[in-house]
Structures are given as structure tokens and as C-alpha cells.
């Protein structure tokens, strides 16, 4: 059986699952984060897929590079708020951020 | 079996497989290995598709970048070793049934879609070759083509290297490509790498009767220390220090020619030059600020109150910039920053205050 | 035997004549033997310079027994050594994580030769990306310090993982600054185009380190940034004994902890060589007159290799061995140069205090990346400023703009091909069999050498 786009968008969309999975079970902030850098990855291997095998060129590519460069963008900032809820509850599950809740 | 099947299987085997790993382990260390398992495989998965650059960048800031800061995270907020904040198994399940049942229907989705057809309506050619002869990558039988870095950096650029297919006619070349995009992306890192550090930093505790000990110290020019400029009284200063400087440079410029020529390239170094030894002279002075700060009773000091080097004041004039570079949002910090500094005086460690 | 110098890589020539399906896979396999056989020599001998250097500079002998007078096999002793300990893993440890870190310190540093080119050509994997592709094998390393740091369930190597992240995530960013900024003058990330750039014209003036005021800084900058980033002294702040009894190693023992050490030496000689390929003209000696014969004669052997036979369309094989012979003598200078850099890193240890671990990251973070930031940002205007005052592209003398020199020396490589070319055909002409007998391959369908590339056009 030849290689097809099908089985790169399968191996993509198991990471998608597997990230969705990991961002609703774990309690555990940087767990969390992981999770979403799964899902992230998940569909940049549909991006450079769909660049090698349809019409779409480097296009996908470079859309996949942008996503890589933000998801590390985003996992600073989610550190740095992490840390700072670490600070200031001691803990990094974030069930216990919950003094705004009724 | 081809060599690029095995080397499939092996990958998207290592890759679930590491996925998978990732949300079963409790232990968030473990998980962050698995991770760089998982995203690894990623990276040879581009390399099988020949995107060799965004491989090695996914290498570059996700493996040897991100993982190493989340496990360093992970080091900062454990309270011992091996913290194992568990999942609660009903929650395991409930979420593992509903993933299941997302990948079955995204796998449905995918293996419905015959990509043959799409390819081949979309680009218009009822016998276009599938799948297309990849554009670019490890591709030696096109040595033209070369490697992705050349052709991804000119696209970003806004030239494209593929208007010689065919099947591209459309579009066209030269659209401002992904010019504006890099730069958004450009400022938005920028703005994160400020953002984190502020977020993250350590609270510093001002040791009480600092500022009293201050007040003590000999300063040439009277500063009322604690008492900082505010954001109006600055922007009446820089404006009339623009006044000044163009006062200067308006007849200059209309020396060297009329006003409606572009200046030469001479002409703006020069008056660069000047600009930035006006602006970091001032402050170094015994004045202690530019003609505009002198006249609207404000001056630069260091944190301690005391006048600033000229070393010191050319980094704030050339981080300068860099507020400005963050669409002007460096000089709107003195809004809400607890001294009133902006971006530049955060970089240089500077104060505005009150003369007396 | 001709047949495998005429193809393009070990991969293709096994493709074609071995096995189509696992060509690949056997050259992959032939690299990778190469690599580490050879490579795992350079760590051994450079334990030995580093035991033998510093017994010197503090008024020793250094080993003197092992293997004869200079104690030159005190390395492979030590190896004898360390093999025989027990492979302990501690009680608190989390073993799995524990068994797996020095692996993975090891593969990244050892995976970075698969990009170091010796000599023209003589490269596992010519990518156009090589610069990139290698500063991103070689970050990995410090997942295994990392790894090894928090798994081995001691404070000690705890902390010494925790400063290893903080100290290599701010080390990155100055060494990959630094290291573009040589890219920015040459125009590649190829690092076997970049060191054919630096072929001098009369002596030194080829090399990326003296082609503006900017590269020549970068240069100190960028060997002092990856001396930290192998966490060698002044900056191995990871395995201070004095602090950390043994920092992220404190618990390993036997072959684990040399695979360390392995990986240390391995990235010493990488980065070096790095610095070598970068600033200082790769294996080209800086003599003019020798550079320059070499270089031609280096395509002139490209051009005999890549001959295709008029009539038959087929290629033509001729070895020709002046070029094989400038290889190895350009690989001699490389590997020499790159030792010099790894002599003096080691030197540098033995002469340095070690900072503290504040000092480290302020050097980093206050110094040196504004440093590498104004050095960037000024190789970038040079060119610019220099075209526009003294409409030439650099300000050194005797210059010649490189795609001119590499196109002359090509052209002269070519000349002396056309000439053999005919003079053989003249002896050739009367008899005419001759020709039949040189041996011939079948135009190889392009087939990359990558290993982890796909396979090509099929």
C-alpha cells in the first residue's frame, strides 16, 4: 500500500485527540500546555502534508512554520502565568484556581 | 516494502505512540519526555515530506526550545520530586470515549474525501499527475529546485518561486506574499518576550526609607525623587524636543535641495547621528534632559535618582526604538507602569521625575 | 571501484549495485559506523589532551605509564575502567528516565557529525540547510542533561539540571545570533558552500573572520558562547563539584556517566569545528596560492566524476586521485584547526575561575546578547554601507566578490578538464577500443544520501 495523504492526516488527527484528551483530563497547568501543543502539532502535519501532496506548495509550509513559532510564543506566556498562579497558590493543579467561582 | 513506508510506519508508530504516552502518564516529567518523543518523530515525519526547514525548526524550537522550558516549568512549581497530580479515572473515561468517537469521525471524514478528484478539479487538469512531484525538498532529480530554506525565505519575502507551474497560474507572483504576516509575527514576539518577563518576574520588595536615603544624596540638578512625570507632561516634552530638531533639520534640509527630493542617504546619517547625540547628550548632561524636558521642569535619572552616564542614555535613546516598534505601545507603558517608565526606561533602567 | 566514486553519494552507488530497496538503508548504516568509530576516538583522545594539558599547566606530568612514554592510551584505559563499574541506579531514582538521559545526550552530540562536513563534499548529509539543522541537533543535548537532572532524585543533580535549562535556553540565543552572522556575508546555510567561499586570494583575506570589523568579534563571541554551551569552565555551573558535589551527573556511574562525558567532548569538537567552517575558512589553509590550486584542484575531480560520455550518454568514471588527495589534506587542515580551538577551550578551562551561576546568566543575558545583537545588525548594514561609500561590497583588499572567485576557479578547473579531455582523445583516436573499456555506470536515478530523506524521484 503506497503512502498516501490519507495516512499523514490519520497520524494527525490521533495527535489532535490525544492533545484534546490531555487538555480535559489533566489537572496539572503544564500538563495542560502539552496538551496543547499536541493539538498544534497535529495540524501542522496536516499542513505540510497537504503541501506535498496537492497544489497548495510551500504555502502550507510556511503556515506550519508561523504555527510553530506562535505555539512557543504562547507556551512563554502560559509558563509565565503558570509560575505566577504557582506563586501565588502554591500548587499547580488548576482546579484550585477557583476563588472566582460563586 | 518501500523504504519510505517503513520509515512511515516506524514514525507514525513513535509518534501516536509517544501521543498516546503522553496522556496515559501521570508523572508531568514523564509526560514532557514522551512528548519529545512524540514531536520528534513530528520533525522526521516533515523530513519525509521533504519540508526539511520546517523540520529542522521544529527541531530548533519545539524539541530543543519549548520542551526544555516546560520542563523547566515543571522543575520551578514541584514542590518535590515526581509530583503526580492524578487524573481521576471517570474523567479518563468520559474523555477517552468522547476522543474515540472524534477520531472515528475524523478518520471518516478523511477517508471519504477522494484527494485524487479534489486535486485534480481544483487544479483543472482532469489528468494531473497525483500525488504532484513534490516542489522542493530532498528532490535531487531537479537540482533547480534545491532544498525549501531559498524558496520558503523568498516567499515570505513576497516573491514566489512556483509561478513556474503550471498548475499555479493563478497566483500570480509578486503579492506581498507573507511580508506582512513575518512582521506581525515579528512584533508579536516581541511583545510576548516583554509580556513573560513582566509576568514572570520576581516581585521586588522596595527596601522601606530607599527613597528617603535617596533624597540624601547630592544631586547637580534638584529632583524631587518619587515624584515622576507623567505621561502628558512627556508628551508635551518630546514634542516641542521635535520642534527644536526639526527647526534645525527643516533648514538643513532645504540647503541641500528642495523638500519634495527624497534626502540623500548621507543627509539622513548625519542627522541620525545628531539626533541620537542631542537626545543622549542632553540627558547625560548636567542638564539632565533635552531642551523640551528642561523647559516642561522634568528630568532623566537613574533608579537611585542620580544623573545617568551617557553609556546609560544612549541605550535609552536607541531602545527607543524599540517602543516604537511596538506601534508606539513602549511609550504608552508610562500610562501604567508603577514609576511611570516606558519600554525604554524599563530597558535602561531610568526614571523621569519632577524637577523642583 | 570507479563505480563508487562516480556516484553522487555511498547511497546512490548502493542503490544502483547493491539493492534498490535497502541501498539506503546499508549506506545510512555504513555512515553511521563511520561516524561513530571514528568519532568516539576524538573524545578518547581528547581526554587524553585534557589530563596531559592540564598536569602541564599546573607544573605536572599528566599521565606518563599508559601505552609508552606520553601516556597516550590513558583514555582507552579510563574506558577499560569506567566499563567495568557497576551500572548503579539509585533507589529515589525514576529508573526509566535515569537509563534513557545519557542516550540522549549522547545521540545529539554524535547526530551533529551526520551534518559536519570534513572536507568538499565529504559529508554525511549536504543539506542546505546545514547550519540550522545542526545548531537544532545539537540543542538537543541538553534534554538529556536535563532528563538526568531531575530523574536521578537528588538535590545535587536536580540543581545542576535546573541551571543546565536556565543556562542553555539564554546560551541558544547569542550562539544561534553569532553563528548568522557569517551566514549573512556568505548568503548559504550549506556549510560545505560556506567553507568553498573562503578560498584566499594572497593569504588569510578569504577567511569569514577577518571580511569585516563585525565577523571578526563575532568570532570571540561565538567561541565564548559555545564554550558555555558545551558547560565547559568557566561556565559548567551544571557539574560545579565545588558546589554540587557533581551537579546532574552526581548519581551515574560506569558507562552512563562516561556517555556524559562522551557527548562533552563529542559537542567540544562539533562547535569547534563549527567555529572553524564559520570563521575561519574550514579546511582552507589561508595561503593563496595553495587554496587556490586545491580548489580547482577539487573541481576539476567534480568534473571528471560528473563527465558524461558523448556517444554513450553514459558517465564517464575517471577517478582522479589529485582531488581524493586535496580532500584529505583539506580534511587534515579542518580537523587540525578544529583541535587547535578544542586545545584552547580546554586550556581556557584550566586557567578560569568558574563564575557563579548569577554571573553566567548576566553574562549571557546583559552582554551577550546585545553584543551578538549589534554584531548581527552591523553585518547586516556593512555590506550595505561599504557598496554605498566605496561602491565596492568589502573593504578588503585584493577582494574578489565570491561568486566571481568560485566561478574563475571553476573555470580554470574546467579548462584543465577540456584539456585532458582532448589530449585524450588524441591518444585515444588510433585506437579506438580504448574508450569501450573505461568503465561506465548507467545514469543514476537521483537518490538522495539523507538518512532521513526519502527515497528520491521513485
Redesign the interface.
Known amino acids: 500500500?503506497?503512502?498516501?495523504?490519507?495516512?499523514?492526516?490519520?497520524?494527525g488527527?490521533?495527535?489532535?485527540?490525544?492533545?484534546?484528551?490531555?487538555m480535559?483530563?489533566?489537572?496539572?497547568?503544564?500538563?495542560i500546555?502539552?496538551?496543547v501543543?499536541?493539538v498544534l502539532?497535529g495540524a501542522?502535519?496536516n499542513f505540510?502534508?497537504f503541501?506535498?501532496?496537492?497544489?497548495l506548495?510551500?504555502?502550507g509550509?510556511?503556515v506550519?512554520?508561523?504555527v510553530?513559532?506562535?505555539?512557543?510564543?504562547e507556551?512563554?506566556?502560559a509558563?509565565?502565568?503558570?509560575?505566577?498562579f504557582?506563586?501565588n497558590h502554591?500548587?499547580?493543579?488548576v482546579d484550585r484556581g477557583d476563588e472566582l467561582a460563586g | 516494502?518501500?523504504?519510505?513506508?517503513f520509515?512511515?510506519w516506524l514514525l507514525?508508530l513513535t509518534?501516536?505512540g509517544g501521543?498516546?504516552a503522553?496522556?496515559v502518564s501521570q508523572?508531568?516529567?514523564?509526560?514532557?519526555?514522551w512528548?519529545?518523543v512524540?514531536?520528534?518523530s513530528?520533525a522526521?515525519?516533515?523530513?519525509?515530506?521533504?519540508?526539511?526547514?520546517?523540520?529542522?525548526?521544529?527541531?530548533?524550537?519545539?524539541?530543543?526550545?519549548?520542551?526544555?522550558?516546560?520542563?523547566?516549568?515543571?522543575?520551578?512549581?514541584?514542590?518535590g520530586?515526581?509530583?503526580k497530580?492524578k487524573?481521576s479515572p471517570g474523567?479518563?473515561v468520559i474523555?477517552?470515549g468522547?476522543?474515540?468517537l472524534?477520531?472515528f469521525l475524523?478518520?471518516g471524514t478523511?477517508?471519504a474525501v477522494d484527494?485524487k478528484q479534489?486535486?485534480r478539479s481544483?487544479?483543472g487538469n482532469e489528468h494531473a499527475e497525483y500525488?504532484?512531484?513534490?516542489?522542493?525538498?530532498?528532490?535531487?532529480?531537479n537540482p533547480s529546485s534545491?532544498?525549501?530554506?531559498?524558496?520558503?525565505g523568498l516567499?515570505?519575502l513576497g516573491v514566489s518561486l512556483?509561478d513556474t507551474?503550471p498548475?499555479?497560474k493563478d497566483a500570480q507572483n509578486l503579492s506581498a506574499g507573507?511580508l506582512l504576516?513575518f512582521e506581525i509575527?515579528s512584533v508579536?514576539?516581541l511583545v510576548?518576550?516583554i509580556?513573560?518577563?513582566y509576568?514572570?518576574r520576581a516581585?521586588r520588595r522596595v527596601p522601606v526609607g530607599a527613597d528617603a536615603v535617596v533624597e540624601t544624596l547630592a544631586a547637580p540638578v534638584p529632583v524631587q525623587v518619587g515624584v515622576y512625570a507623567g505621561f502628558w507632561r512627556r508628551a508635551a516634552a518630546m514634542l516641542i524636543d521635535g520642534i527644536v530638531i526639526s527647526a534645525v533639520q527643516v533648514p538643513a534640509a532645504l540647503l541641500m535641495g528642495p523638500l519634495t527630493e527624497p534626502p540623500s542617504?548621507a543627509f539622513v546619517c548625519v542627522s541620525s547621528l545628531l539626533i541620537f547625540l542631542y537626545l543622549a547628550g542632553m540627558e547625560s548632561s548636567a542638564y539632565q534632559g533635552t531642551i523640551g524636558k528642561i523647559i516642561m521642569r522634568i528630568a532623566v535619572t537613574d533608579t537611585y535618582g542620580q544623573p545617568v552616564s551617557f553609556l546609560r542614555a544612549a541605550a535609552r535613546t536607541l531602545s527607543r526604538y524599540l517602543s516604537g516598534f511596538c506601534l508606539l505601545f513602549g511609550y504608552f507603558m508610562a500610562l501604567f507602569t508603577k514609576r511611570k517608565q516606558t519600554l525604554h526606561d524599563l530597558v535602561a533602567g531610568t526614571l523621569v521625575v519632577r524637577r523642583k | 571501484m570507479s563505480a563508487l566514486f562516480a556516484a553522487?553519494s555511498l547511497g546512490e552507488f548502493l542503490a544502483n549495485n547493491v539493492s534498490e530497496?535497502?541501498g539506503?538503508?546499508l549506506a545510512a548504516f555504513i555512515h553511521a559506523f563511520i561516524l561513530i568509530n571514528v568519532f568516539a576516538l576524538a573524545p578518547l583522545i581528547f581526554i587524553w589532551l585534557e589530563r596531559k594539558v592540564s598536569g602541564r599547566i599546573q607544573d605536572r606530568l599528566g599521565p606518563t605509564r599508559v601505552g609508552g612514554r606520553f601516556g597516550w592510551l590513558q583514555g582507552l584505559a579510563d574506558g577499560g575502567k569506567l566499563i567495568q563499574k557497576e551500572d548503579l541506579v539509585p533507589a529515589?531514582a525514576?529508573s526509566?528516565?535515569f537509563r534513557?538521559a545519557p542516550y540522549i545526550a549522547c545521540i545529539a552530540a554524535f547526530g551533529t557529525f551526520m551534518l559536519l562536513p570534513f572536507s568538499g563534499g565529504w559529508v554525511a548529509v549536504a543539506?542546505?540547510?546545514g547550519l540550522?539543522?545542526l545548531?537544532?541537533?545539537l540543542?538537543?543535548e541538553?534534554?538529556g542533561i536535563?532528563?538526568a537532572g531531575?530523574?536521578s532524585?537528588s538535590k545535587w543533580s536536580?540543581f545542576g539540571?535546573?541551571r543546565e535549562?536556565?543556562q542553555?535556553?539564554s546560551y541558544?540565543i547569542p550562539l544561534a545570533i553569532t553563528a548568522l552572522v557569517p551566514i549573512v556575508t556568505v548568503g548559504s546555510?550549506n556549510l560545505v558552500e560556506i567553507a568553498e567561499m573562503q578560498t584566499s586570494t594572497v593569504f588569510l583575506d578569504g577567511w569569514l573572520m577577518f571580511n569585516n570589523p563585525f565577523t571578526f568579534i563575532a568570532f570571540f563571541v561565538y567561541f565564548t558562547v559555545a564554550t558555555a554551551g558545551c558547560k565547559r569552565a568557566p561556565f559548567d555551573l551544571a557539574e560545579a563539584e565545588s558546589e554540587l558535589v557533581g551537579g546532574f551527573h552526581t548519581e551515574y556511574s560506569g558507562m552512563r556517566w562516561s556517555f556524559f562525558f562522551m557527548a562533552e567532548y563529542a559537542a567540544m569538537f562539533v562547535v569547534s569545528g563549527l567555529a572553524s567552517i564559520l570563521f575561519l575558512g574550514g579546511w582552507n589553509t589561508g595561503f593563496g596560492f595553495i587554496d587556490q590550486a586545491l580548489a580547482v584542484t577539487r573541481y576539476r575531480g567534480a568534473l571528471e566524476l560528473a563527465a558524461i560520455d558523448p556517444e554513450t550518454g553514459l558517465y564517464l568514471t575517471n577517478f582522479y586521485l589529485p582531488s581524493f588527495l586535496a580532500n584529505l589534506f583539506g580534511m587534515v587542515v579542518f580537523v587540525s584547526k578544529a583541535s587547535l580551538l578544542v586545545f584552547v577551550q580546554i586550556w581556557i578551562r584550566w586557567t578560569l575561575p568558574r563564575l557563579r551561576i548569577d554571573q553566567v546568566m548576566m553574562t549571557c543575558l546583559k552582554y551577550l546578547i546585545p553584543i551578538s545583537c549589534v554584531l548581527f545588525l552591523g553585518a547586516t548594514l556593512w555590506p550595505i554601507g561599504v557598496l554605498?561609500f566605496a561602491e565596492r561590497s568589502t573593504v578588503m583588499p585584493f577582494f574578489e566578490p565570491i561568486q566571481n572567485k568560485i566561478e574563475r576557479l571553476k573555470g580554470v578547473a574546467q579548462k584543465s578538464h577540456d584539456d585532458a579531455e582532448e589530449e585524450r582523445a588524441e591518444q585515444d583516436s588510433p585506437v579506438s577500443d580504448v574508450k569501450d573499456e573505461r568503465p561506465a555506470v548507467e545514469l543514476a536515478?537521483?537518490?538522495?544520501s539523507?538518512p532521513?530523506?526519502?527515497?528520491?524521484?521513485?
Open positions: 500500500m503506497d503512502i498516501g495523504l490519507n495516512h499523514y492526516l490519520v497520524v488527527a490521533v495527535l489532535f485527540v490525544c492533545g484534546i484528551i490531555c480535559a483530563t489533566k489537572r496539572n497547568a503544564i500538563g500546555l502539552m496538551g501543543e499536541l502539532n501542522n502535519i505540510v502534508a503541501s506535498r501532496y496537492t497544489a506548495g510551500l504555502d509550509q510556511i506550519s512554520l508561523f510553530i513559532v506562535l505555539a512557543a510564543a507556551a512563554a506566556v509558563l509565565a502565568i503558570a509560575l505566577n504557582y506563586n502554591l500548587t499547580i493543579d | 516494502m518501500t523504504g519510505e513506508q520509515l512511515f507514525a509518534t501516536c501521543a498516546i503522553v496522556v508523572n508531568v516529567v514523564r509526560m514532557a519526555f512528548l519529545v512524540a514531536l520528534g513530528v522526521a515525519i516533515y523530513f519525509l515530506l521533504h519540508a526539511d526547514f520546517v523540520g529542522a525548526t521544529q527541531l530548533m524550537i519545539y524539541v530543543g526550545g519549548t520542551i526544555v522550558l516546560l520542563i523547566f516549568g515543571v522543575m520551578l512549581t514541584a514542590s520530586p515526581y509530583v497530580i487524573t474523567d479518563m474523555a477517552s468522547v476522543g474515540v472524534v477520531l475524523l478518520i478523511v477517508t484527494w479534489a486535486h481544483l487544479v500525488p504532484p512531484a513534490p516542489a522542493a525538498g530532498y528532490n535531487k532529480s534545491g532544498n525549501t530554506a531559498r524558496p520558503i516567499k515570505l512556483e507551474d498548475t499555479r507573507y504576516p509575527v508579536h514576539l510576548v518576550l509580556g513573560a518577563g509576568l514572570a516581585k542617504n | 553522487n530497496r535497502w539506503l538503508a529515589a525514576d526509566m528516565l534513557m543539506s542546505d540547510i540550522f539543522l545548531v537544532a541537533i540543542s538537543l541538553v534534554l536535563i532528563l531531575y530523574s532524585g536536580l539540571g535546573m535549562a536556565a542553555m535556553v541558544e546555510l554605498h536515478p537521483a537518490v538522495a539523507a532521513l530523506g526519502s527515497e528520491g524521484s521513485k
